[in-house]
């Protein structure tokens, strides 16, 4: 059996796993971030993180591991292996896979972590052996990663796709990005203005006894049946599915999974959003081509996919 | 030298061309339409165009010739060489690959149009080398055909992806789709709107001059300074810039390059296009990394590329 190590540099923890070539991990390691302090620090804890992966997985020859994996956020170049910039860490220019590489002896390659957890789903979840899937996490933004024939197509992003054109201020500072609209912070703006105009209400008095407003809420109060957080629900699905859209024609994904805070709502986001998504794609059918379902390994999805990124090498 | 046939199913003609196996036409043969005939008809004079083709390529041995492409509009299925429909020519479920290949006795494979002709801009025109280009058509509709890696990316179709949510009303039903802004069909209703607005101005004596409204008009009077004509001309490129930079966040193709009617406008489009698409790409840049050119090749990429797309066999 060969084995690979997947490592997920996250903004609170840095882990580390040792997978084998089916996807599944043997043993992990997680390390609180830090993200305060200088890069190469940083990199001493993800390399303790990888040796603590390999001493847990007990059966594994060391021999046995190929390669590994690094998926990070930011911006960054596979081809050297470097971080460009990664304001959440404030990493710039850390040539993190060469210094990884040396330091253990294997070779390395850095994928950006949305397109490693897009390969994990595919490899082992929500969309297990499609030919081509989307994966869309809803979270503070949208992240977007495309997997392709088993393959990352790298740096896919579409969070940043127009779709009401002049509309919402976006971070990027843009006006009318997906993002702004159907992030769970989005979401979170849509559910406080309702609450605002019905302070009433029962999406209110759900807030209130949960003391927060978060992606969560006005799901809640939709299954009591609160005719205001229905028309949230009915908008933000509105928003999602017009993106959705947008991918589902240009590029005819046989699978999207939706991750992220928002994705765990499962069925009760998935079935008005399917319902919007069959009545707008193009063409003479009155289904979506594409699969539209919840992503299944959360964290675990970065792991294994940065794992098996390397495992053509 | 190896050799192979293109053919390109239009709604005014239907064109045949032998090329080598660089991409360069040796011979080509065009016959009208006539679409209103019945399928097989119009089938009978495909193979004579493609007959023709052959004979004009007086140097070429036929045993040479190794395969046939086809460029078809309309909903096709590569898999089994047939057209699902095609609402110019009134074709519903037609197996034209199979039957030209029995019929000529030689592998033939479909393709939609858009793409065989972002094939053949690849190969010999505009986007040449380019590790991936998306070609962007400008005419009736917007069309679009990406290829990677010198294949082509089946059914990407960005004409119908939304970029003004709830917006203009577009031949396909939905709200918003950047074909109802970018299309020559929508800088025409820019246009006669401005110059109702405008009855006594620089760009409604042009038209009148004309004695009608193109694509073309705008771009005149803009040379002559018209500020009206220059409002709309802003105006387009803000809305054909948004969607171009969705493509290039979303997928980051090498080249874009632009078709059709719009696309000869060559500088005078592409100056102001490209100055808004700088100032709107995503992550610290200050350029686009995607460059954006004219298509070259004209009506010969459709049958330099459905040649090329069965190179491979």
Redesign the interface.
Known sequence: MKYYIGVDIGGTNLKAGVVNDRGEIISESSIPTGADRPQDVVLHDILKAVHNSIEGAGGVDPKDIRALGVGSPG?IDSETGTVI?NNNLGWRNFAIAPKMSEALNLPVRLENDADAAALGEVVSGSAKGASSAMIITLGTGVG?GYVVDGKI??????G????????RECT?G?H?CFEA?ASATGLINMTKEAIRDNPDGILAGIAAKEGTVSGHTVFVAGEEGDTVALKVIDEYT??LA?GL??II????PEVISIGGGIGKQGERLLVPLRGKINA?V???VKESPAKIVSCTLGYKAGLIGAAMSVRDI
Chains 1, 2 share one sequence.
């Not at 024609?249 to 005819?252: A, D, E, R, T």
């Open positions: 911006m910039y977007s197509y790298r740096g896919c992003e579409f940043h796709m127009v779709i009401s054109y002049g509309g990027c843009r009318g609209y509105g928003y017009c859209v947008n024609n240009g590029l005819h707008e193009y063409g003479e």
